[in-house]
């Protein structure tokens, strides 16, 4: 079996998986099943955020059947994306949240920025959902990047604009109420 190395990958889809066992089978084969149908030659890799049900174990199941899901195995606790991006093979990643509080991957959105991608951006941050991201870039702005969720897209707009980045950024921030203080004290 080839690996994804040898098949030129282009996209390296991201995904930080916690407490997810509800949903991770149906996500990642609806995910699988967009991307094939487009041509995008792709991989998928998982990667354990502090999951503490059986996320993992179904992940595994999965892997045997779909050749372009690769697991990272090791708990990456709140460094998901950076363990991700590190390790993916294509010129282009997507990171998501897999969990109960995150919601679907937006496959509807991905390929729209690709396009911006195309068009010179570097990074397409999508608020609370994702960010597609040209991967060596941005590696740097991503490993200056911490935490998770809105947490995760603040500190790596920050990180991403004193790189002189460009990025596209869809959607809002929620009010700022009682989080500001600590993000900023958070992302320094």
Known sequence: MRSSKDAGVALSVVLAVRDAEELVGREVRRTVEHLRERGVPFEILAVNDGCCDNSLGVLRLLAAELPELRLCPGDARGRAYVRGASEACGDVVALAQLGR???????????????????????????????????LTCLAALVRARGRGELFDWTFERSAAVRRLDLEIVGARRGPGLLAPVLRFLAA
Do not use: Y
Request: charged content about 15%; some cysteine.
């Open 101 to 135: 509080s995150a919601g679907a991957f937006p496959l509807a959105a991905l390929g729209w920025a690709l396009a911006r991608l195309s068009a010179g951006r570097h990074a397409v941050v999508f608020r609370g959902r994702c960010i597609v991201a040209r991967r």
